[in-house]
């Protein structure tokens, strides 16, 4: 299986990457922070990093630095995976890179013109460039499935203002994304689907709230966070359904990490399969009270 996880650098696309790496995948990793310098977000993480995590974890990982905004770069990237691999099995996209650029609860007319208008840019343009250049390449093999990670589902985020209108716009747009792949993948039995993870306890979310993987329960959070997720969640996901066969059933679908553990029965890394979804929308919005451990 040869998979390209667009933004792979930390969070999901780390688990994503490394959980296709552990069904044998070689799995080619992008990003912009690199060993070599940073991106504006200044993080640690590296893509260099995810790849070894990806060829430790019994797949071949393959670090790629690129901005997906930069067209020459994708375009390269394209015609090394056919030079090297003459195919593309799945498509990740699953770049972000504007939590610097928004503010919760901030009207249009309040937020900085030029972090929102980034914020779309890192958001969905990236997404559009990744798809233009390599899915040529997925098409050319029936079964090639593309995944588009977002925040939320395409129901919750309809239904919802999400707090900030670049913040809401991206994560809809996402979700429309993997709809009108599953519609262009058709004719060559390819299936695209939208797949958000729950409250996420990435590198970033632990070292927010003062905490590690290890004690990430005594953080001070909304209690959300008890029904939080490893990015191996998330990953999982993305593996079972790259794995299955069947999978053109979730195609033009809109699904969480969770409703996908249900379905093919793996779970998070503790053993637990947590429903954040659900908890949110049947006790937090409802003003109810409920044990989170029963979301578990």
């Known amino acids: 299986m040869i998979a390209v996880v667009a933004g792979a650098t930390r969070g999901t696309g780390r688990g994503i990457a490394v959980a296709l790496g552990e069904i044998g995948a070689t799995v080619y990793c992008t990003g912009r922070s690199t060993r070599a310098a940073r991106s504006e977000i200044d993080r640690p993480e590296t893509v260099e990093e995810t790849a070894e995590l990806v060829t430790a974890a019994g797949g071949t990982g393959v670090a790629v630095p690129a901005d997906h905004l930069d067209h020459e ?76 990670v977002t925040d939320g589902t395409w129901e919750f985020n309809q239904t919802r203002y999400r707090g900030n209108v670049y913040y809401d716009l991206a994560k809809v747009a996402v979700n429309r994304l993997a709809y009108a792949w599953s519609n262009e993948l058709r004719p060559h039995g390819g299936t695209g689907v939208a797949i958000t993870p729950g409250f996420l306890r990435s590198e970033a979310m632990l070292d927010n709230f003062g905490v590690t993987e290890e004690t990430w329960r005594e953080a001070k959070a909304d209690p959300a966070w008890m029904v939080s997720e490893t990015p191996a969640y998330a990953g999982r996901a993305v593996a079972a359904l790259a794995a299955d066969p069947d999978r053109s059933r979730w195609s033009g679908r809109s699904v969480t990490s969770g409703e996908l553990a249900e379905a093919y029965g793996f779970t998070d890394v503790d053993g637990s399969r947590p429903q954040v979804w659900r908890f949110i929308t049947e006790v937090l919005e409802q003003g109810k009270e409920a044990d989170p451990a029963g979301y578990r």
């Open 73 to 148: 770069r994708v375009a390269a990237l394209a015609e090394r995976v056919e030079r090297e691999q003459g195919r593309l099995d799945v498509l990740v996209n699953d770049i972000w890179g504007g939590d610097h650029l928004w503010k919760w609860d901030t009207p249009v007319w309040e937020h900085d013109l030029d972090d929102g208008l980034r914020l779309l840019r890192l958001a969905v343009e990236t997404h559009l460039v990744t798809a233009r250049f390599l899915l040529p390449l997925l098409v050319r093999h029936e079964g090639g499935l593309v995944v588009e």
